[in-house]
Nanobody, 125 residues
Framework: QLRLVESGGDSVEAGGSLKLSCAPS????MAWFRQAPGEEREGVAG????????VYGASVKGRFTISQDNAKKTVYLQMSGLKPEDTAMYYC??????????????????????WGQGTQVTVSS
C-alpha cells in the first residue's frame, strides 16, 4: 500500500506562486488533480517515466510545472500566476507501480490507484 502525502498548500493572493510536494514518488506515473467544492475532480498535470513524459490540463498550461526528484522520491507542482479559480483541494495520485498511462489518459482520475489526502490552495483576488 502506497501512502502519498502532499504538502505546500497555502493561501495566496492572485498572481502569486506556490510549490506543492508529494512523497513518495517512484511509481511509473504520478499526477496532480484538484477539486473545488461542488466541482468535479480535474486533472492538473501528469508525469511518467521518472520525469520524461509530461501532460498538463488546459487551464494550467504555461503557468504550472510538474517535476520529479527521483533521489528525494518527491513530485512537485510549481504553480505561478495563480488565479482565484485555482482555488481547490489539490491531490497527488500514483499509478500501480509499473503501469504506464498514455498521454491521452494521464489526466483521467480513474487511471490512478493511490491517492493522498490533499492540500488546500486558496487564491484571493
Amino acid at each position: 500500500q502506497l501512502r502519498l502525502v502532499e504538502s505546500g498548500g497555502d493561501s495566496v493572493e492572485a498572481g502569486g506562486s506556490l510549490k506543492l510536494s508529494c512523497a513518495p514518488s517512484g511509481h511509473t506515473c504520478m499526477a496532480w488533480f484538484r477539486q473545488a467544492p461542488g466541482e468535479e475532480r480535474e486533472g492538473v498535470a501528469g508525469i511518467c517515466n521518472r520525469g520524461v513524459a509530461l501532460v498538463y490540463g488546459a487551464s494550467v498550461k504555461g503557468r504550472f510545472t510538474i517535476s520529479q526528484d527521483n533521489a528525494k522520491k518527491t513530485v512537485y507542482l510549481q504553480m505561478s500566476g495563480l488565479k482565484p479559480e485555482d482555488t481547490a483541494m489539490y491531490y497527488c495520485a500514483a499509478s500501480s507501480e509499473y503501469e504506464y498511462i498514455g498521454a491521452d489518459k494521464r489526466l483521467n482520475s480513474t487511471m490512478y490507484k493511490f491517492w493522498g489526502q490533499g492540500t488546500q490552495v486558496t487564491v484571493s483576488s
